[in-house]
């Protein structure tokens, strides 16, 4: 039976790819088109982070005048919990208290992160097949050229790799951002381009159960073939990390920072029970270091090129932040220098 969910994500997961390669033919890097993608699509989806920071500011507003009201509630209805429940519904009606709605935009960004991701992860997964059907193509044929040369057929690999590659998938420290930012190889093993697992690249070998006999060429199929065509590439570039941790590092940092500029929206509780709001501060800031926690794997690793969107995305968030936290507050200032004004009149 198909999986419907399944076949929707990866329908969307393609999409995101071909546009990701649709800018990247643009401009020639993938880094680059990386970049100028996250900037897109941040902008496009800047309308729902303004919602949401509107939801949770109105909420927390109404959340301040709900606390001595469900205090001075509790009371009023003792034990019975029926009749605050009733009562309760009723005053979050009055305030214009809506968990559910601040809570969409935030399950919409949380669904967009996982399909962003399974985009990544399907254009690593072809750039990494394309690469290893060119660099198979470039061996190949200069080894049936060259009556069998090994030597003469890894150059031709080298060559052609440092021509159509090369400068292409780098981005200042990292060779390769394909692959992880930190101790992984810029190329990938066989084990690694095969595996869907954790830091495995997920592609399929097209050659696998290929093996044919074109005059004097023999291609050989599956791993064997890979680390026959790949070797030169791994001696030559497998000779360091890929990256130094920095875009993982980076991506936590701001994290961090930006978990603590949005002040998570905090439910009112019943009548001020210390209990249930300490239990509920305890549970807010594990979600609040959660996200930084999740990005911290995603960055280790997956490839560069998902860190880096995440780095982006996650500055760019920082920054609309910081300018939203600056309009607020000159928002609350006037609001507050109004209502004194109405109150002294």
């Given at each position: 039976m198909v999986d419907i969910s399944s076949v929707m994500l990866s329908g969307v997961s393609d999409v995101v790819a071909k546009f990701i390669e649709w800018i990247y033919n643009g401009v020639g890097n993938y880094a680059?088109?990386?970049i100028l993608f996250t900037l897109i699509l941040k902008v496009a989806l800047s309308p729902l982070d303004v919602w949401q920071k509107i939801a949770l500011r109105k909420n927390n507003k109404a959340m301040e005048r709900l606390k001595p009201k469900l205090e001075k509630l509790q009371k009023q209805c003792g034990g019975n919990?029926?009749?605050y429940a009733q009562k309760q519904m009723q005053l979050y009606k009055e305030e214009g208290y809506s968990?559910?709605?601040s809570c969409i935009p935030m399950i919409v960004t949380l669904v967009l992160f996982f399909v962003i991701f399974a985009g990544f992860r399907a254009e690593v997964k072809n750039v990494n097949v394309?690469?290893?059907?060119e660099m198979r193509e470039a061996y190949y044929s200069t080894y049936d050229a060259t009556g069998g040369d090994v030597d003469a057929s890894k150059q031709a690999v080298i060559e052609r790799f440092e021509k159509d590659y090369a400068s292409r998938i780098s981005f200042l420290w990292v060779n390769n951002i394909f692959m992880p930012d930190g101790w992984q190889d810029a190329i990938p093993a066989y084990d690694k381009f095969v595996s869907s697992g954790i830091g495995g690249v997920g592609a399929t070998?097209?050659?696998k159960d290929?093996?044919?006999i074109t005059g004097d060429r023999y291609e050989n199929a599956g791993e064997t073939?890979?680390?026959e065509v790949m070797l030169a590439l791994q001696e030559k570039y497998n000779n360091r990390w890929n990256g130094f941790l920095i875009l993982p590092l980076l991506v936590v940092a701001l994290s961090v920072v930006s978990s603590k500029l949005n002040k998570p929206m905090q439910a009112p509780t019943a009548g001020g029970n210390e209990q249930t709001e300490a239990a509920m501060k305890a549970n807010m800031k594990v979600m609040q270091y959660m996200m930084p926690v999740m990005m911290g794997v995603f960055a280790l690793f997956y490839s560069a090129a998902f860190t880096l969107y995440m780095f982006i995305s996650s500055l760019f968030t920082t920054v609309f932040q910081l300018v939203y936290n600056l309009v607020a507050k000159r928002k609350d200032k006037k609001e507050e220098e109004q209502?004194?004004?109405?109150t002294y009149k």
């Open positions: 680059v088109a990386v919990k029926e009749l968990m559910f709605g394309e690469m290893y059907s070998d097209p050659y290929q093996a044919s073939g890979y680390n209502r004194l004004i109405n």
